[in-house]
Each structure stands twice: as structure tokens, then as C-alpha cells.
């Protein structure tokens, strides 16, 4: 049992790794040997062979741990004391709340839409031009560095140093304001304008995304619908504004949605940047302090329930919207 | 517009492509307005050289990271190598960090994707009952946060004895994958033209051997975009592995510890810079080389929805 409970060599990890997937491999071949019999065998037990697995993980992992946490919201610091709603009024009339959830709601609201202009400008931009391939890769690369790499890239790019002589900038960003005359600034710490510093970081690391979705939406609109448009005289920002943005709007709603849920998720920019300090903070952020800093288990469920609670509307509208553009179909 | 329509019949595939090279001459009319050009460049700029000024800053010595900024390098070039030695090797030790990564990325990718595939076919080629009703309720699972399940399943892994190791991350990271890669792969599952199962099934050939001969053969592209999808989600990971793993050194993966490095040494930029390129390497090739498929799995599962 040891074995496999405690790697501490090179060695020994990826022996433990392969095991791992090798004993993985055995149970799922035994369960289809089992299902799999050339005798007749009643429908729902191959599909249990098939599902079952699946369906057992997620009741455990996803299903269960979400019901207690709900219920957990409900109690106290310790889960031994019911409390009804007080987790839920300390979230929303505590001082030091408010700004965790006016800062969330900017990051919800700013994020998807900057992106998304963003992106979709770009997309615009680039299409069908000769340098398409590598304008897309460069945009697109941010995609591939976690939340916590792209922190410390823009960290370096916003630090400070004191403006005195003999000290130079080593942060780009306070280079490019001492050469335009300016003071050097104290990008992350000072309120409220870092929160706006940290989001264009998220903004940094998401617009590949929006870019890649909506270049392939323009794509698709047809070449007719172009070349008539061309025909009538349209051109340039009309082209852009009455052809391309109505032909790609439920492209635009998908991106819009999946950005601002993961803005919402998000914890990784501003733990890494500012650690929540400075009036930056945000629900997520918030919810790790308070379940695994503050140990107050029902606080910490509040929020969560809270972040599970902000994102239904938003998969909801898109469900909807999807909807409405098939039955226009 | 300075290109006249082509008005004289032409064979249908003559006149397609003269539309696209219209279309192509009209794009470049369009970037060849100043303004347009200048939007573009910018956002290109600002898109690459942060990440281009931290990783010169990861070859300079300690000290002239210090003193100047890391664009002075075009005058005065100096590198090393000093700095990935020591973030690797030092008393960081990435090198071991890097091999923790790695024994975590592969099981939390294989394990998911077998488990999705196998469901997907049931929910796409296995007539059973409620089988609308069980794969709308996995589709609809994945609208649950992580967030709402670690503390219910860190007080699990520690019933179980498993807590602090990497099976924990494993069947974390799996579990989570499992809603969207189901969604997904039941997609593109559904694909297949049913004729190809038909016929296998009129060969006699059961479910699992139509799974495996048949389907999985033609699948091989949507798993390979799933799987870069959930490499790159898995090794990026923060929130799953800080809270499964933040206290087992065995265990914890780079991000992890660059996190923390930001934290207490955030003004050690000579660790910083070369620590979070090491923690960086790995998917920036992944996905450079598999950016087709990686593109391919996002448009599947976005724009479908």
C-alpha cells in the first residue's frame, strides 16, 4: 500500500504513473470482458459496462460534493452549527465583501466584452490578409501558458522601482512612462485602477480564444451574402458593422458566455499578482482564502454556492440564444 | 473597389476561385488602409513582448536584472545560463517539479478520455432506457463549479487514506474532465454515418467490438484534440492541485510552486523568469506542434455549444 501511496524518487513517480494507468486499463478491460458475452445480454447491462464507470465517478466527485457544499453553506465555520442564511448576508453587507463583489462583477462585465471586441477586431483585421497564419499564432500563444505564467509575465511588466537618479526601470510598462516624461507608477498597488490592470491581463490571456472562434465564424459567412453587399456599395466599417457582426451573432454569444464564466472561475491572475491584497480581490480568490487559509468552512461554501449560483443565468442565456438561432435555422 | 467582376461565363470552379482572390484583393485593401494596419501591429506587439521580455530577462545575469531593464540587451548583451541551473537544481528544485507535472498530466489525460469514449458510444450506438435523460444530466454537470466540490472531496480523500498523493489529483482532474468530454465526443461520435455501424453489427459484431475496430480508428482526430485540450488544462492547473497537493512536496506540480515563488520571492525576477519558462516549455511545444487539432477540439466544443 505504501508503494503507492508515497512516490519520493524520479523513479519510483513514473513507475507509479504507469501502474497507474496499466491497473486503470485492467479494470475497464475487465468490465467489457464481462459485459461483452456472445450470448444474448440485456441492453442496460453492456450500457452500464459502457456508462457505468463514468456515471459512478461523477456522482461521487461532482454530484455529492456539490450537495454538501450547498448544505454546507448553511452552517457555521465547522459544519456543526445550522445558521440559515448568515454566511449569506455576511457575503453581502460586510465592507470588506463589497469590494470582492464589485470587483468580481467588473471582471464578468469587462472581461467577455473587451475580449471579444478584441478578438473580433483582429479576426477582422487579419482575414484572408497574407500574414493570416503567424498574426493568428501570435495572438493564439497565450492560450498555451497557464493563468499563473501570464501573472508573472505581467507582473515583471508592471514593476516598479523608485523614480530616483541612477535607478532604471526594469518593468517595461513604467519604461514607456518615464520615456513619455511621466512618473513611474505602483501599477498593482494603488486602488481602484489595479483591479483594471489585472483584467487586462485576463483580457491577455482569453483573446485567442475569442479570435480563433470568431475567425472561423467569419469564415463560414457565405461568400454571397459578401460579394451581394460588395454589389450594393457597402464597404469597409459598414461591411463590418451591417454583414460580418449580425452573420457571426450566435458565435459572439458563445464566446461572450464561455469568457465570462471563466472570468468568473478564475482565481489564478489576481493570487498570483496582487494575492487579493491592495482592494484587487475577487470571489474566487476569496472563496480558497476563507475554506483553506480561514478555515470557515461555510463561509467558503457560501461563495462557492455563490460562483455556482452567477453562472446559471449566464449558460442559460446561451442555451437559450443557441435555441432561438436553430429555430430561425 | 478596385477589382472589376468577372462578367464572361466561366466554369464554376474558375469562377470560385476568382471570388477568393477577390476576396483576398479586397483584404488587402482593407490592411492596406493605414489605421487598420496600425490596430493590427499593436495588438500583435503588445500580445507577444511581455512574454518575449521575460524570457530574455530569464537568460540575464542576476545582477543586470537588477539594474537595467531587460530591452538594454540589444547594446549590451549578456546571458547565462546560471538561472535555469539554479531554478532547476538549486534549492527550488524544478527538475523534480517538472517530473511531478508530468506524472500528473498523463494518467489525469489517458484516464478521462478512455472513460468519456466509452461513455459517449453508450450514449451515441447502445439503445438502453433513459438514456436521453442520463447524458443531458452529464451535459448539465458541467455547469458545477470546481469550486463547489474540493472541500467535500478533500475531507473524502482523507477518509480514504488518499490524501496527499497523486491518485487524489488523478481522480480529481478526471472527474472534472468528464461532463465536457463526454459532450464532446459524443459529438463527434454521432458523426459516423450509422451505415458503418449497421453493417458491423450485421457481421456480428458486438459492442465492444465495434468500439474498438470500428469507431475507434475513425475517432483519432477528436481524441487528439481532447487530448491537448486536457493536457493543457491539467498541467496549467492551479485551484485543483494547490488544494489536493499545496502540502505534499512529492506531489506538487510547477505551477504550484511558481505561484509561490511569485508570492514570497517576487522580486528574485532572476528565479521568477527562468522558473515560470520552465513551467511554460512543455505545453508552448504541445501545443505549437498539435495547434491544428487543439484549434479543431475548440471550435467542436464551443460553437456547437
Known sequence: ?????????????????????????????????????????????????????TLILLLIGLVYPALTTVRGSFYDRDGSEFVGLDNYVTVFTQDNFQTVLRNTVLWVVLVPLLTTALGLVYAYLVDRTRFEGLAKALIFLPMAISMVGAGVIWKFVYEYRPDQPGVNQIGLANQLLVLFGLEPQQFLLNGPSNTFYLIAVMIWIQAGFAMTVLSAAIKSIPDEIVEAARLDGVGGVQMFRYVTVPSIRPALI??????????????????????????????????????????????????????????????AYNVRQLRLSEEIR | MTTTPVMSPVPATDRTTGRAERRAAAARTKLSSPAASVIAIVIAVLWTVPTLGLLVTSFRPELAIRRSGWWTSVTDPQFTLDNYNEVLYGGTNFASLFVNSLV???????????????????????????????FVAVFALQVVPIQVTLIPLLSL??????????????????????????????????????????????????????????????????????????????????????????????????????????????????????????????????????????????LAGSVKG
Do not use: C
Open chain 1, 1 to 53: 500500500m505504501q508503494w503507492f501511496l508515497e512516490a519520493t524518487t524520479t523513479g519510483h513517480k513514473l513507475a507509479l504513473m504507469v501502474v497507474a494507468i496499466l491497473l486503470f486499463a485492467a479494470v475497464m478491460a475487465a468490465i467489457l470482458f464481462a459485459v461483452d458475452r456472445p450470448k444474448r445480454v440485456p441492453n442496460w447491462l453492456v450500457a452500464g459496462g459502457f456508462v457505468g464507470p
Open chain 1, 254 to 315: 458563445v464566446v461572450l458566455t464561455t469568457v465570462a464564466i471563466v472570468s468568473l472561475k478564475a482565481f489564478d491572475v489576481v493570487r498570483t499578482m496582487t494575492g487579493g491584497q491592495f482592494g484587487t480581490n475577487v470571489v474566487a480568490n476569496e472563496f480558497y482564502a476563507q475554506s483553506f487559509r480561514q478555515f470557515n468552512v461555510g463561509l467558503g461554501a457560501a461563495l462557492a454556492v455563490l460562483l455556482f449560483v452567477l453562472v446559471i443565468p449566464i449558460i
Open chain 2, 104 to 134: 500528473i498530466t498523463l494518467p489525469a489525460v489517458v484516464i478521462p478520455i478512455t472513460l468519456a469514449l466509452l461513455a459517449a458510444y453508450a450514449f451515441a450506438w447502445i439503445n438502453f432506457r433513459g438514456r436521453n435523460i442520463l
Open chain 2, 157 to 298: 480523500y482523507v477518509d480514504t487514506g488518499l490524501n496527499g498523493s497523486f491518485w487524489t489529483i488523478w481522480l480529481s482532474h478526471s472527474i472534472f474532465a468528464l461532463p465536457l468530454a463526454v459532450f464532446l465526443l459524443h459529438n463527434f461520435m454521432k458523426d459516423i454515418p450509422a451505415s458503418l455501424v449497421e453493417a458491423a453489427r450485421v457481421d456480428g459484431a458486438g459492442h465492444v467490438r465495434i468500439f474498438f475496430q470500428v469507431l475507434l480508428p475513425l475517432l483519432t482526430p477528436a481524441i487528439a484534440a481532447f487530448g491537448v485540450f486536457q493536457f493543457l488544462w491539467v498541467w496549467n492547473d492551479l485551484l485543483v492541485a494547490l488544494t489536493f497537493a499545496g502540502g505534499a512536496p512529492d506531489v506538487v506540480p510547477l505551477t504550484v510552486r511558481v505561484a509561490e515563488l511569485a508570492g514570497t520571492r517576487g522580486s528574485d525576477w532572476f528565479l521568477l523568469a527562468a522558473g515560470a519558462f520552465v513551467s511554460m516549455v512543455l505545453p508552448l511545444l504541445v501545443f505549437l506542434g498539435l495547434q491544428r487539432y487543439f484549434v479543431r477540439g475548440l
